[in-house]
């Protein structure tokens, strides 16, 4: 009985962003990833990641939770004497505004998906707004696809092979030891500024390595951690030192913004060259104006 209560403390202590109480959020968290959708093609050697996690605001997500009952709360007391049917929710989100993505990179492209769910209030019945919205990024030297998944449109440089002929991208040069870039920065505060940020260490999750970055995260003085995984046959691309800064990341923690971990990392494994162009599906591609 004690092992079960233990277990019990520790899923609801650590569900994060699975215990999910709305049909919508089931359909964004329960979604096959893209390579599984975007089946076929040659094989192509890629690094991969699945995050997920949510908008924090500046308050955190519960003060979003109580704004959003409040709203509800306002709308179903102006509507009262409307003579509307209101549909006011039975069920709230863990989260107002849930974020998942997945990067799948290769030496010399990279394509990242993401999903993204935010919820309102329908001023007309006061039920709750929750449209799901996926897109997805195309990335290599031979410039950027941005694909709207929702709408099943592309923009940009979107080929017939998923950029499969790209160059890979040259690598900077590693980047100073941490007392050569602080000698730096005190003689020469802009050229310092233009160096990545060092390694302040390195954690494990889900059993892959990856180096903890710190940069600004605006003009305020709130820093983002970043951490991006390390080791693997090949550098990811854009992977700008050794240690694979830029490349596939694992976890990130903005103030006031999205708090994301990864809860599936493969380094070395393999996908269907498809995941890197699903506009092949019949998407309107360039359609209209320029992106």
């Given at each position: 009985?004690?092992?079960?209560?233990?277990?019990?403390?520790?899923?609801?202590?650590?569900?994060?962003?699975?215990?999910?109480?709305?049909?919508q959020e089931q359909t964004v968290?329960?979604?096959?990833?893209?390579?599984?959708?975007?089946?076929?093609?040659?094989?192509?050697?890629?690094?991969?990641?699945?995050?997920?996690?949510?908008?924090?605001?500046?308050?955190?997500?519960?003060?979003?939770?109580?704004?959003?009952?409040?709203?509800?709360?306002?709308?179903?007391?102006?509507?009262?004497?409307?003579?509307?049917?209101?549909?006011?929710?039975?069920?709230?989100?863990?989260?107002?505004?849930?974020?998942?993505?997945?990067?799948?990179?290769?030496?010399?492209?990279?394509?990242?998906?993401?999903?993204?769910?935010?919820?309102?209030?329908?001023?007309?019945?006061?039920?709750?707004?929750?449209?799901?919205?996926?897109?997805?990024v195309l990335a290599s030297s031979?410039?950027?696809?941005?694909?709207?998944?929702?709408?099943?449109?592309?923009?940009?440089?979107?080929?017939?092979?998923?950029?499969?002929?790209?160059?890979?991208?040259?690598?900077?040069?590693?980047?100073?030891?941490?007392?050569?870039?602080?000698?730096?920065?005190?003689?020469?505060?802009?050229?310092?500024?233009?160096?990545?940020?060092?390694?302040?260490?390195?954690?494990?999750?889900?059993?892959?390595?990856?180096?903890?970055?710190?940069?600004?995260?605006?003009?305020?003085?709130?820093?983002?951690?970043?951490?991006?995984?390390?080791?693997?046959?090949?550098?990811?691309?854009?992977?700008?030192?050794?240690?694979?800064?830029?490349?596939?990341?694992?976890?990130?923690t903005t103030p006031h913004g999205?708090?994301?971990?990864?809860?599936?990392?493969?380094?070395?494994?393999?996908?269907?060259?498809?995941?890197?162009?699903?506009?092949?599906?019949?998407?309107?591609?360039?359609?209209?104006?320029?992106?």
């Amino acid at each position: 009985m004690k092992h079960i209560t233990i277990l019990i403390a520790w899923s609801v202590l650590y569900c994060g962003v699975a215990c999910a109480t709305t049909q919508q959020e089931q359909t964004v968290l329960k979604a096959p990833m893209p390579h599984q959708t975007y089946t076929g093609g040659a094989a192509v050697a890629v690094h991969r990641a699945r995050l997920e996690g949510y908008f924090e605001g500046k308050n955190g997500n519960a003060a979003l939770l109580a704004q959003l009952k409040q709203e509800v709360q306002q709308c179903t007391k102006s509507l009262a004497d409307s003579g509307r049917t209101l549909h006011p929710p039975t069920a709230w989100p863990e989260y107002v505004m849930l974020h998942r993505e997945e990067t799948y990179t290769a030496a010399n492209r990279s394509i990242r998906y993401t999903t993204e769910l935010a919820y309102g209030v329908s001023k007309e019945d006061c039920s709750l707004l929750a449209p799901i919205v996926s897109k997805a990024v195309l990335a290599s030297s031979k410039g950027v696809c941005k694909i709207d998944i929702s709408n099943k449109t592309a923009r940009g440089d979107c080929d017939s092979s998923g950029h499969a002929d790209a160059a890979p991208e040259r690598r900077a040069a590693a980047q100073p030891p941490a007392q050569v870039r602080q000698r730096m920065a005190a003689a020469n505060p802009a050229l310092a500024a233009l160096l990545p940020p060092a390694s302040s260490g390195q954690r494990t999750i889900l059993g892959v390595r990856c180096n903890v970055f710190q940069q600004a995260a605006n003009q305020d003085g709130d820093v983002s951690t970043l951490c991006y995984a390390i080791g693997g046959a090949f550098l990811p691309l854009r992977a700008v030192d050794k240690d694979g800064f830029g490349g596939l990341l694992l976890e990130s923690t903005t103030p006031h913004g999205y708090q994301l971990k990864a809860v599936e990392a493969r380094l070395d494994t393999a996908v269907g060259s498809a995941v890197f162009m699903p506009y092949a599906r019949g998407y309107a591609v360039n359609a209209g104006a320029a992106p």
